[in-house]
């Protein structure tokens, strides 16, 4: 998994609340048996005018100009501003995937479904759960902001804004320090799962004793 | 000793190792597997040249994108047919014990595994698949989770998890006729939000809950998920215990009474701390249909579709006011004088040999309405359907003018043919009424497996009794 340190970009403002993972990727593409290539299918029925599948040419497609992704302002964005329980819905690892592969490494909300919030972390990407009202001025400051980008440092937990803003942001934010270590330094979990075999061995023999019929 | 939650239990007795960052590395049981959601687990599995820690703990079937009609002519996307060749592929290459699509045993995963007796009181269980809560009906902690997840339990039998709060729901009372499981879980939803449950896991309990059947019970643990909590749970007894009984995968001969007496502990303490704790009146709870995108977007029967301008709350208003118009509504309209185009009744949410008869009780001796474009009836597994053609339900159903179909996945969530057309709107017995979830454009309203019948056969929503 790519380390996670520090990164300043475009921030994206997605203003609905309930964004599901159908929306992220839509079935259709879920089809595939890679875990990369899904970025341009991010959002599909959101972002293209017509209906996509699998296997088409996204290029050639007319994309939708209202919707966020779309606009020029915004482009290159890798971290994406969301309402709450963003993420909701199917467990997809696909939507992570999609948001990753598309370049989406930080996404913003007031809260994050369960599933998709843990899938973040399998995929580089780090969702930060801040108050409502502190995601409402960060919604007013990136929409009044025209290429301005944020900063967003995993080390020392803070979003800050660079110079072209008017306002000054600096933002702390909390995170287990379990997934902040991995996200650090690109870990991964299985292996630091199977230094502790041992551990697994000894309670797979005790278990065998009182649930023997699982084993 | 404390008292201590179902949740609690279960959690406790599956904790491997405590880690002093508050997470814990836990033990899991089962893992179910399904073509979607586990190509890239057995890839991540190849490429780091690991191997399954415990074959015997999983179970796979294919079940999203498999024909429900012309099974002998196999899947003609190809697309859809390399994903189930993959499952098949990884599961003999691994050797992981497999219902493939031309065994009677295949169905929705979330269905086959209570029915074969793989799931079991008291024990972990999870899946690529949000809607694991599903087993939380029988005192099982289960649970979803991604892809990444689903290759950490295969390598190690364990996933490191950080323990979720507990919630009770608690339904007071005795239910009014014809509200059934699904009304119960729709209501619970609208009243504590799709997010309600976010960092929880749920226990549902009350008079109402221990009067439901096992399937009723899987109806509501199947949708804890749309409240927003991973895990739903139902506290073990004898009901649960007939049901286990004598399934393929259950205990046999003297381990049978040593697992009973080892489950007869899986309910929450009589003084148990929960975190937070809803209570409903089930005599309060009518049939519900949903009118929006979201599970919290319902009301009963009897009501109008919600006006925006009532709304105080803004980021909520703008919600009301793009799910109206996706779904196609007028607010201050009565959902029972809205047409509808096309009635599913399956998924893992109501696919059960239980929902078959009661779409059948509704649909006997009457006839499918002439503006109805479609309605399909597909069975959660082989085994539903071969006992639902021998209590001779099929013929019933398909009298009336119902599709009989083969089993799977199937208009839930349209990754296979049957899927709805832009603006067609339908009576759907699944889980999610998302934007183009049961195919682009669609509408989707969620019901139990009667009031779909019933829709079917006046061609809108109606009350049952009212038919
Ligand atoms: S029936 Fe629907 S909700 Fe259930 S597993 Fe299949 S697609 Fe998911």
């Known amino acids: 998994m790519e380390k996670f340190t520090k990164i300043t970009a475009v921030t994206v403002p997605l203003d609905r609340a309930n964004v599901d993972t159908d929306a992220i990727i839509p079935k259709q593409f879920l089809k595939s048996i890679k875990r990369s290539g899904f970025g341009p299918n991010l959002f599909d029925e959101w972002r293209y005018l017509d209906h996509g599948e699998p296997g088409m040419d996204n290029s050639q497609r007319a994309v939708n100009p209202d919707f966020v992704l779309n606009k020029a302002r915004y482009s290159g964005a890798q971290i994406l501003l969301a309402r709450d329980n963003f993420g909701c819905g199917s467990s997809r690892e696909h939507a992570p995937w999609a948001l990753e592969d598309f370049g989406i490494r930080v996404i913003i909300a007031p809260g994050f479904a369960d599933i998709f919030y843990n899938n973040c972390f399998k995929n580089g990407i780090l969702p930060i759960i801040l108050a409502e009202s502190t995601v409402d001025q960060l919604f007013q400051a990136v929409e009044a902001n025209e290429g301005a980008r944020l900063t967003v440092d995993l080390e020392q937990q803070k979003i800050l804004s660079d110079e072209s803003m008017d306002e000054k942001i600096d933002i702390s934010f909390e995170l287990d320090q379990f997934r902040r270590h991995c996200l650090l330094e690109g870990l991964d979990e299985i292996g630091l799962t199977l230094e502790h075999s041992d551990d697994i061995r000894a309670y797979e023999n005790k278990q065998k004793k009182i649930t023997p019929w699982l084993y | ?467």
């Not at chain 2, 099974?71 to 190809?78: N, S």
């Not at chain 2, 599903?134 to 390598?155: D, K, M, P, Q, R």
């Not at chain 2, 996945?409 to 183009?436: I, K, V, W, Y």
């Open chain 2, 1 to 467: 000793m404390t008292a201590k939650t179902l949740y609690d239990k279960l959690w406790d007795s599956h904790v491997v190792r405590q880690n002093n960052d508050g997470t814990s590395l836990l033990y899991i049981d089962r893992q179910l597997i399904h073509e979607v959601t586990s190509p890239q687990a057995f890839e991540g599995l190849r490429m780091s040249g690991r191997q399954p820690w415990k074959l015997s703990a999983n179970l796979a079937t294919p079940d999203h994108n498999v024909p429900t009609t012309d099974r002998d002519k196999g899947i003609a996307d190809p697309i859809s047919k390399l994903q189930v060749d993959t499952l098949d592929d990884n599961c003999n290459a691994f050797g992981i014990t497999e219902f493939k699509m031309d065994d009677i045993r295949q169905g929705i995963v979330h269905v086959v595994s209570p029915e074969q007796g793989a799931t079991l009181p008291g024990m972990t269980l999870v899946c690529g698949d949000s809607h694991t809560s599903t087993h939380g009906a029988f005192g099982t902690l289960a649970f979803g989770i991604g892809t990444s997840e689903v290759e950490h339990v295969l390598a190690t039998q364990c996933l490191i998890q950080k323990k979720s709060k507990n919630m009770l729901v608690q339904l007071n009372g005795q239910l009014n006729p014809d509200v059934t499981a699904k009304d119960v879980i729709l209501a619970i939803i609208g009243k504590i939000g799709t997010a309600g449950g976010t960092g929880y896991a749920i226990e549902f309990a009350g008079e109402a809950i221990r009067s439901f059947s096992m399937e009723g019970r899987m109806t509501l643990s199947n949708m804890a998920i749309e409240a927003g909590a991973r895990a739903g749970m139902i506290a073990v007894d004898n009901t649960t215990i007939e049901y286990v009984k004598g399934r393929p995968y259950s205990p046999k001969g003297e381990q049978w009474q040593q697992a009973v007496d080892f489950w007869s502990d899986f309910y929450s303490d009589s003084d148990a701390h929960f975190d937070k704790t809803v209570t409903l009146d089930a005599s309060d709870i009518q049939p519900q249909v949903t009118w929006g995108t979201s599970p919290e977007m319902t009301m009963s029967i009897d009501d109008t579709i919600p006006d925006p301008a009532q709304e105080a709350d803004s980021v909520k208003q703008e919600g009301i006011k793009a799910a109206l118009e996706y779904m196609g509504l007028t607010a201050g309209k009565a959902i029972n004088e809205v047409p509808v185009d096309v009635v599913f009744i399956g998924s893992c949410t109501n696919s059960r040999i239980e929902d078959i008869r009661a779409a059948a009780i509704v649909a006997k001796g009457k006839k499918v309405a002439d503006s109805i474009k479609q309605a399909l009836v597909v069975p959660g597994s082989g085994l539903i359907k071969q006992q639902a053609e021998e209590e001779g339900l099929d013929k019933i159903l398909t009298q009336a003018g119902f599709e009989w179909r083969e089993p799977g996945c199937s208009m839930c969530l349209a990754m296979n043919a049957d899927r709805l057309e832009p603006q067609e709107r339908c009576a759907s017995t699944s889980n999610r009424n998302f934007e183009g979830r049961q195919g682009q454009g669609g509408r989707t309203h969620l019901v139990s497996p009667a009031m779909a019948a019933a829709a079917a056969i006046a061609g809108h929503f109606t009350r049952i009794d009212k038919l």
